[in-house]
C-alpha cells in the first residue's frame, strides 16, 4: 500500500491509475468496522483496476469547541497496516495544512430540515463541517464510488443528497454496522469507555431493540399511533437513563427522509429506522435500528 500526503503527489497517482478510485473516507484511529468498508470497496473494484484509497484527516470543522478534536487519537502507523491488510492500495493521509492552507471559508451547507434534527440538534455545525470535508475529498480524490459505514445513518443520508442535489458522478454506498460478539456497535469512540462502561454499552442496543420490538407489536395488533410512539421513545429513554446514561435521544423515524412517521405510516409497510445517541461517563455513543 502506498502512503501519500500531499495534493500533488496523490494527482500524480490519480493521473496514472487505470480507472476512477473506490474510496472510503475516514478520520483514522481503525477498527474492523472501517476494514469492512474497505472490503466492501475492494468488491466493488473487482476487476476494473480501479484503486481502492482510504483517507485520513481528523477534520476540526465538523468538532464543536467542548468536543475531542484534539484528544481525538491519531494512530496513523497502525491504520497503515490495517489497510494494507484489508486491501486498500493507497491512503491518502494529508496534513491540516495541506488541506486548509487557508481558512475554510466556502462551506457546503445542508438544508436544516435534514441537518439540525438528531445529531444536527446537539452538535449544531456538525454536518457543514462533515460535508465541506467530503466534497472537497470528493473533489481531490475524483472517486467513482464511495462507501460509508450505515452506522452513521444521518451522515449517510446527508452525503447522499448532497451528492444528488451538487449532480456528482459518484455512487454512494452504505456499509452495514459492523458489532461485537454482544451487539456493541463498533466505534474509535468506544476505546474511552471504561471496563465497566464497556459492559454497560451494550444496552443501548438493547433498548433500541425493546423499541423496535414495541413499535412491531403495535403495527400487528393494528394500534400504533404518533402517541404511542412518543410512549416507546420516553420509555427507552428513561431506562437508559435510570441505569446513569445521558440520553439526547432515542427517536423513531421514516427511513427515506428522517421525519416522524404519520399515523397510516406506522400501521403500513413504511420502513423506520430508530437512531440513538446517548453519553455514557465522558463518551457520546450512536447507534440505530432499521424497523
Known sequence: MLTVHTLADWRAQLAAAPAAPIFVPTMGNL??????????ARELSGDSGAPVVASIFVNRLQFG???????????LQ?????LASAGCDILFAPSEAELYPQPQTYKVVPPTELADILEGAFRPGFFTGVCTVVHKLFNIIQPQAAVFGKKDYQQLMVIRNMVQQMALPIAIHGGETLRADDGLALSSRNGYLSADERAEAVQLQAALRRVREQVLAARQAGVATVEALHGFEQGATQALDARGWRTDYVLVRRQRDLLVPDAAELNAAEPLVILAASKLGRTRLIDNLEV
Open 65 to 75: 469547541p467542548n468536543e475531542d478534536f484534539d484528544t481525538y487519537p491519531r494512530t
Open 78 to 82: 497502525r491504520d497503515q497496516e490495517l
Open 31 to 40: 477498527h474492523d468496522g472501517h476494514l469492512a468498508l474497505i472490503r466492501r
